[in-house]
């Protein structure tokens, strides 16, 4: 059985969580890695016993030919950084949301595929350990034929929460609902419909962005729905954050790390309608829960494992996390002309970016990165 020869690109939050992955997987080895500022690399250097240590990723990937790159970098430096990953022809996972629109997802694959490598997003969310137990029941049929499927945020302002949650969410309800068709988008700023004027920069890099509370219907095949909600709450409310498959025979709930099962289609609260379920997570037969490595991230990599083994795309794939990017530029663009969207749309351009030119007005001014302080400043604008 062949070891899969890692570089971790950008050793903070996500860096040491995807290294974690990797060094507890007994299939995946790091063989360096890389980051501007030393003392991240050495502190993560140490903690996984990596002595390869860079600053310079070219110069890495050059000297340890790795197979897989992992770049978990701020989202603003995703596209220019897979890029030139994939010059040298290796495997990538970025983290999530992919790109920041769909100019840059589509290059990216298209020099993935020009270069014959894959792709993924790291939403480790679609392949946790409670995420398998939803997907082993849905297989079994234990909620019989798919009818709708729900998905919340946890409360961040509209826009950033379908870039940064809303992502993770979507791809949840790929798996099960297949490409979707088209988009539909109900959404409000300060309470009234989006105006070009609400067009603002996203908090943490994640592009352009408008939108306070979004809510979004999603048409998938064989007339199942998905309704997703991206809503501003004033206090953040990290619970609300779960999926729901409806089916004609049963329930299932993926609430982060629990998977529930509810045997009836309706929940009514009679003492025989109501019993949920708890499934129990599903895990690699590999993995140590001693270990520091996260199950999700771990399972993303075992997931990465068996692709590369058996040639095919990781469940998380690049291609999956370009149709998220689909989705979430369709809710924009449905939220701003108040019409459906039909997937994939062929212009590839922002669709605020368009908006807002149409309207014959600059880009927006430049507002802070970390999410409170640009909340503070948006705040400011309307006028509260
Ligand atoms: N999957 C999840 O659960 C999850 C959770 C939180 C954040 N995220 C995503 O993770 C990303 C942010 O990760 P983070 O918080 O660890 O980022 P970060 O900005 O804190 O750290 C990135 C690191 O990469 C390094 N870096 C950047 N450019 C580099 C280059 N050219 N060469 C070498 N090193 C470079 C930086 O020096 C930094 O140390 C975002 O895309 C965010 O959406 C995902």
Request: hydrophobic share 35%; proline share 5%; charged share 25%.
């Amino acid at each position: 059985m062949r070891t899969y020869r890692v570089n971790i690109l950008g050793c903070r939050g996500r860096g040491t969580a995807a290294a974690r992955a990797y060094h507890a997987h007994p299939r995946t080895e790091i063989v360096a890695l890389c980051d501007l500022v030393e003392e991240l690399l050495n502190t993560l250097g140490d903690e996984v016993d990596v002595s390869a240590r860079f600053t310079d990723l070219d110069e890495m990937i050059r000297q340890t030919e790795p197979d897989i790159v992992a770049i978990p970098t701020g989202t603003e430096f995703h596209y220019d950084l897979c890029m030139r990953v994939l010059e040298h022809g290796v495997n990538i996972e970025v983290e999530k949301p992919m790109c920041v629109d769909l100019i840059q997802a589509d290059a990216v694959i298209a020099r993935a595929q020009e270069k014959g490598v894959r792709t993924a997003v790291h939403h480790q969310g679609r392949v946790g350990a409670s995420m398998q137990a939803i997907a082993g029941a849905y297989k079994e049929g234990k909620i019989g034929e798919l009818r709708y499927i729900y998905g919340s945020g946890k409360g961040y302002y509209g826009g950033y929460g379908l870039m940064n949650i809303g992502t993770h969410m979507i791809n949840n309800m790929l798996r099960f609902g297949g490409p979707p068709r088209s988009v539909v988008t109900q959404a409000t700023t300060d309470g009234h419909p989006i105006t070009p004027d609400d067009i603002v920069p996203s908090p943490s890099g994640m592009g352009t962005i408008a939108c306070e509370h979004i809510t979004a219907s999603l048409q998938f095949d064989n007339n199942v729905t998905g309704t997703l909600l991206q809503h501003r709450f004033d206090n953040m409310d990290s619970s609300a954050y779960a999926m729901e498959l409806y089916g004609s025979e049963g329930r299932l709930m993926w609430r982060g790390d629990q998977a529930w099962w509810l045997p009836q289609p309706h929940f009514i609260p009679d003492g025989e309608h109501d019993r949920w379920e708890r499934l129990e997570s599903i895990y690699p037969e590999s993995y140590q829960p001693d270990s520091s490595a996260a199950e999700a991230d771990y399972w993303f990599v075992e997931e990465y494992v068996r692709a590369l083994d058996e040639g095919r795309e990781h469940e998380c794939s690049g291609l999956e996390g370009r149709r998220v990017l689909e989705v979430l530029m369709g809710v924009f663009e449905s939220a701003a002309h108040g019409t459906r969207v039909d997937l994939p749309q062929e212009n590839r351009e922002h669709p605020l970016h368009s908006w807002r030119k149409e309207a014959a007005l600059k880009p927006p001014s430049e507002m802070p990165r970390p999410y409170w302080d640009w909340l503070s400043t948006e705040f400011e604008r309307l006028g509260r």
